[in-house]
């Protein structure tokens, strides 16, 4: 985080302002936007959920754990994670 002087950027009126509630102390002051989670932007995220609820559905329906790794390129224990994992 890179210091910056508040008399240096900010308006003279919005300065005054701020010093009737905080002067001579530093003051932290967030980003607008809030962090997006993983995968949120790229779209990844989307793709592992669907990915992984198609797993489950098509183990429900009777495929084996061996014929789920083949046609995912996974291994058997990663879809048996899928599989046992807990709801969200």
Do not use: C, D, H
Not at 65 to 73: H, K, N, P
Not at 77 to 87: D, G, L, V
Request: aromatic content about 10%; hydrophobic content about 35%; glycine content about 12%.
């Amino acid at each position: 985080m890179k210091y910056k002087n508040a008399a240096e950027i900010l308006p003279s009126e919005l300065l005054r302002e701020i010093q009737g509630y905080i002067e001579g102390e530093l003051l932290y002051i967030p980003r607008s936007e809030a962090k997006q989670g993983w995968g949120a932007v790229s779209g990844s995220q989307k793709f592992y959920l669907e990915r992984n609820r198609r797993i489950r559905e098509l183990y429900g329906s009777g495929m084996t754990l061996e014929e789920l790794a083949g046609e995912f390129g996974l291994s058997g224990s990663t879809i048996k994670k899928i599989i046992y994992q807990k709801k969200q």
